[in-house]
């Protein structure tokens, strides 16, 4: 996912339908935020963008 948005550079990245795991959705945007330099956000139902 991080290379593709590298390639890509979108204004923001925003992260839907994650399968639960042991990971929480802070933990997955921070560890996308190490390799991407753009806005990563995680959201949440009814948001809108």
């Given at each position: 996912m991080i290379e593709i948005?590298?390639?890509i550079?979108?204004?923001k990245l925003v992260l839907t339908h994650l399968v639960p795991?042991?990971?929480?959705?802070k933990y997955?945007?921070?560890k996308i935020k190490e390799g991407y330099d753009g806005?990563?956000?995680c959201a949440n139902d009814l948001?809108?963008?």
């Open positions: 948005a590298n390639e550079k979108p204004k795991t042991i990971a929480s959705p997955l945007v921070r806005e990563v956000i948001d809108s963008f």
